[in-house]
């Protein structure tokens, strides 16, 4: 592929990706498929990760507003087999709490069943104990992890009383944490219920930047059986955003169903999306016009407000003062 042609295109990238242009140039470079697919480990953790960060109100305690990052995430850099994610400090307390596994008695385990971070000077590199693929957090040091760990388990009711099972368990899982995975776990469990849905999730979570916008009040998504149920609040119509998944250049080759009435009323529900790269699967884009409410802006600032809090009082922390507390030592 000439130069220029591969710099053009590593511009476009920033669009959908958010990826910086001089990493997309260099990832270009070094394999020229513009938009690699996920292999199919690759997609079923993506798959859970989406589920996890989309979750309503999951990542809002950041800070999240109106044009800030989708799902905590700053931007995405895609390869087959794996996926380097951007993450704000402020918002990887958020992160880390929503992904990790933790268990309390009498409840289900929490998190994405089996995941477990190795801690690089370069990243933080997660993966699901005994499955191919892997999520990087670049750039994210080892003190950084433990200071945000820290602020997450500090800013828990009754954090006492809850395992972090990816430290008290780093090598195997625990028994509830298994049991659970092998039945829902996408990727452990040999239901096929969940094969579709996840390559249809890594296409979205490879292109999460579309629902980054100015106007766009809050994102949230949801499974619904072999549905991938994705809201926004107010910006950019089912048109803007159906242009960008199936651009033919960074996007994917799918057809629509259904008519849109954005310009129209209050609401213009879901428009169901098929695509080619995870056939047997829809997805239903649903726009609301309501927008950001009050409750979750109060809610989201409580959080924003304890988070960064709790990252003051943590600086330095490390390993062993997570440890020391009781539940980690069973």
């Known amino acids: 592929m000439p130069r220029a042609r591969v710099s053009a295109f590593a511009r476009l990238f920033?669009?959908?990706?958010?990826?910086?242009?001089?990493?997309?140039?260099?990832r270009l470079r070094a394999d020229p498929v513009?938009?690699?697919?996920?292999?199919?480990?690759?997609?079923?953790?993506?798959?859970?990760?989406?589920?996890?960060?989309?979750?309503?109100?999951?990542?809002?305690?950041?800070?999240?507003?109106?044009?800030?990052?989708?799902?905590?995430?700053?931007?995405?850099?895609?390869?087959?087999?794996?996926l380097d994610i951007g993450v704000k400090l402020t918002a990887l307390p958020d992160v880390l709490g929503a992904l990790m596994p933790t268990y309390r008695p009498d409840d289900e385990p929490r998190g994405l069943w089996g995941l477990r971070a190795q801690l690089l000077p370069h990243g933080v590199q997660l993966r699901r104990l005994g499955l191919p693929g892997v999520i990087r957090l670049?750039?994210?040091?080892?003190?950084?992890?433990?200071?945000?760990?820290?602020?997450?388990?500090?800013?828990?009711?009754?954090?006492?009383?809850?395992?972090?099972?990816?430290?008290?368990?780093?090598?195997?899982?625990?028994?509830?944490?298994?049991?659970?995975?092998?039945?829902?776990?996408?990727?452990?469990?040999?239901?096929?219920?969940?094969?579709?849905?996840?390559?249809?999730?890594s296409v979205l979570l490879r292109r999460h930047m579309v629902f980054r916008h100015p106007s766009i009040a809050a994102v949230d998504l949801w499974q619904n059986w072999e549905r991938i149920e994705l809201e926004w609040a107010d910006g950019p119509d089912h048109a803007t955003v159906i242009d960008t998944l199936l651009d033919p250049v960074l996007g994917v080759p799918g057809v629509v169903s259904g008519s849109c009435h954005c310009t129209s009323g209050d609401r213009c529900w879901s428009i169901e999306l098929t695509t080619q790269a995870a056939p047997g699967a829809v997805l239903n884009l649903r726009r609301?016009?309501?927008?950001?409410?009050?409750?979750?802006?109060?809610?989201?600032?409580?959080a924003r407000v304890q988070r960064h809090a709790a990252l003051r009082r943590h600086w330095g922390c490390g390993p062993g003062t997570l440890a020391a507390t009781p539940a980690a030592a069973r």
């Open 14 to 26: 920033r669009t959908v990706t958010g990826e910086s242009h001089a990493r997309a140039l260099q």
């Open 288 to 302: 609301c016009r309501y927008g950001w409410s009050e409750y979750r802006e109060r809610s989201s600032d409580e």
């Open 138 to 201: 670049a750039g994210i040091r080892p003190a950084q992890w433990w200071r945000a760990a820290a602020a997450y388990l500090d800013t828990q009711h009754e954090p006492r009383d809850m395992q972090l099972l990816w430290l008290t368990h780093p090598q195997r899982m625990h028994p509830e944490e298994e049991s659970f995975a092998h039945q829902f776990g996408s990727g452990y469990t040999t239901e096929t219920r969940f094969e579709e849905p996840a390559l249809l999730a």
């Open 34 to 82: 513009l938009m690699p697919a996920a292999s199919a480990m690759q997609a079923s953790l993506e798959y859970s990760v989406l589920k996890l960060l989309g979750r309503r109100g999951e990542t809002d305690g950041h800070g999240w507003r109106p044009g800030d990052d989708p799902f905590g995430i700053s931007w995405v850099s895609p390869s087959s087999d794996a």
